[in-house]
């Protein structure tokens, strides 16, 4: 096993780990943030969720291998059982993007949620098809993601259901609002009809 010049560079200089240290705690700020603002400002759009759902605390995840990648995770509201799950999970991925993620296998919840979204003027929405609609190492969005304008349900609303909308990483500043942003929009097409 050979260490090469960087990577000596990178062992004898521990900077940069309190650097990323710091980095990654602003961003579990910046998450709780989001939470916050669901919490300050949607009201009455926090009952169209499933019995049971979290909507006081949250959990966060946190990890250092999403395909390689340092990683936070937070799911709020939230609803994860052996029988059912219904989620809006923020990510932040190291050196790819923010997400912000509807997750749900309520049939009749996601009726309602796409039959509303389809009358909205939506251009960054993206619907996820194919297996592992959980898993979080998306790589190559293009492979998994289709527009949401350009999905078809005409046959039948899909039993697991997840809308996504990413956000580069300078955009940081803008997440707690866009986080929000997306919650409103999901809550706001279900009220809708």
Do not use: V
Request: charge should be neutral; proline fraction near 3%; aromatic fraction near 14%.
């Amino acid at each position: 096993m050979n260490i090469n010049s960087n990577q000596l560079k990178l062992l004898q200089n521990a900077e940069w780990l309190y650097e990323k240290q710091q980095i990654l705690l602003n961003i579990e700020k910046l998450l709780w943030k989001i939470a916050d603002n669901i919490k300050n400002r949607a009201g009455e759009s926090l009952e169209f969720m499933p019995e049971k759902t979290d909507i006081k605390s949250g959990k966060l995840s946190r990890g250092e291998n999403l395909n390689r990648l340092p990683y936070r995770i937070l799911d709020f509201p939230r609803l994860f059982s052996n029988d059912q799950f219904f989620a809006f999970r923020y990510l932040f991925w190291w050196g790819n993007h923010f997400e912000c993620t509807f997750i749900s296998d309520d049939t009749a919840i996601n009726k309602h949620i796409i039959k509303a979204l389809q009358t909205m003027d939506i251009s960054n929405l993206y619907c996820f098809h194919g297996k592992g609609i959980l898993k979080m190492d998306i790589s190559d969005k293009s492979a998994h993601f289709k527009l949401f304008s350009e999905t078809n349900f005409e046959e039948k609303a899909p039993t697991t259901l997840r809308l996504s909308c990413f956000y580069d990483l300078s955009e940081w500043s803008k997440i707690p609002e866009e986080g929000y942003q997306f919650y409103k929009l999901i809550a706001d097409a279900y009220g809708k009809n």
